[in-house]
Structures are given as structure tokens and as C-alpha cells.
């Protein structure tokens, strides 16, 4: 079989108001010329569309897209992933690797192409430094919106020598900037989400071997974990240092609404909470919602795996690679089954996750009670959106707010669009 031959692609070109001058303005005087006879008329007349000719041949020659060796195009974002609203630099680098190459270099007009999500819809403004068979672009970018989004290609634009004609072309590949949501530090004053398992109510007073190492207390710890015996010899209050009551493995729920800005408003107080849980020592895993390829039916709706933070952050940065692709169900029918699958998971036996916190919206009978019964087996924590006005989303909000409340849950109510630490220390200072 034969190897597919290349097409060789032909520049745009267009004349300026200079080459359209000369192209008509010498086409009639060679009609005029010939019309009256005139062979010296014909032949002045023949000038300018023979201008407009040899500058199309010059741009066309020394075409950046083309030749034996094209130009190469490096481009490259950082930071790549980057958060909502936080600064980075787009570096362009146009290098050519031989004299004609660097012939069709010099003297390009450039322009660069990002997505508005990137640009904020403003024109970029970048940096320019030339050097022998390089030049280099820097311009600052600014997201505004989660997800992945392109950059480039470069656009090239060119003017013949005489002025009649202008090229425009694209050159390289695009790049992708991946970029995470918006979060905010939100503190976890010691023991707000310790919960009371049987080893701490019963061992507070006669640790084990095990919980033999003590440190000083502070603000905020939990009394039970007071070792009475070390703090009277001492005459210092000492607390053991077994954290393990506080390192139970989360589960971050999200139900995603259908409006863009109830979307991310959700998955950046989702992102917050977990990478908030994650500094705390706890694993944590991200329930809910769709990465976009889901549609399809191609990856599932939850993903199970709980992340463990290290010292590098690795589980920080995982983390908040999963909320990039996160959407809501295409349906309302389908958005219902994943949140009482994410349900079942986390109430079916060997779940893994004793503290789930959730953030949801207005739903059915049927989701508020399969997370009715999360309670049963969980610690159980809900920030639950109510919308600023009133109808019928609003009352199922209200309705979904009371009775996680009657099964069990520590919730609380948040208007989308509120600010993230002011809901999250409502919700730490609930009841249940």
C-alpha cells in the first residue's frame, strides 16, 4: 500500500485596497488599450495585474506553513492545571531550523488565539522578543471557568513588498490548559468532625499501649483524650496523640443543578471541603456527578478510591483533576440514580467512608430517603442549596433540608453563590 502523499495547503491571500487598485484599475486600461488599439495602453494596463501576480508568488514562496523544513511552534501554560481566577503565563516559541526557514521568519506579523474561558474575552497582549531564527511570545492568562480549554494556534500574517497582498494562516498545534476550580483554605477546628466512636468514649481514660505518646494539649481538644494520670504528674494538661479517631476515611457528595453557576458555586465548595478533609489527615473520595466522557457510558459515575494526602500533595492535585470534567447527569432520571448509587455505596456493607459530607439541592422523595438511611451508618454532614427566590425548587429545597435533619444529618441551608466559608462554618456549627 501506498503511503498517503501530503496535500500541500495554500495560504489565504487577500488583496489590500492598494492590489484591488491595481488589479482593476489595470484591467480596464488593458481593455481600454485594446479597445481603441492602443498597444502601449494594453501593455501599462498589463502592469498592475502583473504586480498583484509576483506579490502573490513572493507570499506564497516564503509561505511559514510550508517548505522542507516549517516552522516549529513550542507552546506551553504554567501552571498547567491552573485554578479559577489565579494567575499563569502562555509561552509561544516560533523557531526555524535552517536559512529559509529563517528567511520566512522575519518580519511576520503574529497573533495568538485562546479560548475566552482563558482570555477573560479580552484581546491578549503579549511580549514579544526576537532573536536569530526565534521568536518568542509571553502573555498573561486569567481563567475564568473550570474545565479544559485550547490555545492557539498561532496566527501569521504577512504583507508582500509592493503591498497589494496580505496572508493570513494558522501555524502549530493547539495546547490545553486544564483548569481546577476555585477554592478557598476552610479550617476544621480539632475534633469538629471526630464523631464519637466507642475506643475514644471508653479509652479516654485508660489508653493503651498503643496510645502511650502525649503531647500538650490545645485549644479545642477533646477532654475525653485527656490522660488524667500524665497531667497530674506533670501539672500540665496531656492529651494522647492518637489521631486515628479524627483520620476516619470521607466521602464528598455532590448533586450537581443544571444551572452553570449553581455548577460551579457546588464543585468549588465540594473541592474546598475535600482538599480541607484531605489537610485534616482524613481520605477522602469524590462522589456524584459525571466527568464529561460519561454520557457515553464509557467511565462510572463514582469514583471509589479514597485519596490520601502526602507530603507532596499528590492526593490534592488528584483530587482536583477530578473535578475538572465534573458535570451534572444529562437527566434529571439520571442525575436521581447516581446520587441513590452513591447512596447505596456508601450504606452497603465495607463502604469505607464513616464521614460523608454532602452538598445537594432540591430532591425527590425517593433521593432524601436513600440518604435518609446514610445517617444510619455514617456521620453525616449536608450543606443543602435553597434558592434566593420562592417557588417550587425552593420548597423541595426546604423539604430536602428537614428531613435530613429529622433522619439524622448535621445540615444546614446555603444560597448558591454564597461565600464558601461562610457556609462551611455554618454547617460546622449545626446540630443535628
Known sequence: MSARRRIPRIPWLRPT????????????????GIGIGSTDLARLGLIGPLVVAIGAGWLLAIDPTGGRH????????????????????????IRASDASGRARLAELQLGEQAATQLSGGLTLRASVVRAAGQITLTYPIAPTRRGRWPLGPLVVRRTDPFGVLRTRATLGEQAEVAVWPEVVELPIPRGSLVGEPERVAIGARTPSSDDAALRDYRVGDDLRRVHWASSARRGELLVRSDERAGLRPASVLVDLPADRTGIEWTVSLAASI?????????????????ASEDAAGITSALRLHHLRDGSAGAARVELLDLTVDLEPAPTA??????????AHELTAPGGG???VLAVVGALSAADRDALARVSDVC????????????????????????????AGWRACSATPGEDLDTCWRRLLGTER
Do not use: K
Open 70 to 93: 516549517p516552522l516549529r511552534v513550542i507552546r506551553t501554560a504554567h501552571p498547567n492545571p491552573v485554578s479559577v481566577r489565579s494567575p499563569a503565563t502562555a509561552r509561544v516559541e
Open 353 to 355: 467512608s464513616p464521614l
Open 17 to 32: 485596497a492598494r492590489g484591488w487598485g491595481l488589479a482593476v484599475g489595470g484591467t480596464v486600461l488593458t481593455a481600454l
Open 379 to 406: 456521620d453525616a454532614l449536608a450543606i443543602v442549596r435553597i434558592p434566593a427566590t420562592a417557588g417550587p425548587e425552593r420548597r423541595d429545597a426546604e423539604r430536602t433540608l428537614a428531613d435530613l435533619r429529622r
Open 333 to 342: 432520571a439520571a442525575a436521581s440514580e447516581d446520587l441513590r448509587a452513591a
Open 274 to 290: 475535600g482538599i480541607a478533609l484531605l489537610g485534616a489527615g482524613h481520605p477522602v473520595r469524590l462522589l456524584g456527578g459525571r
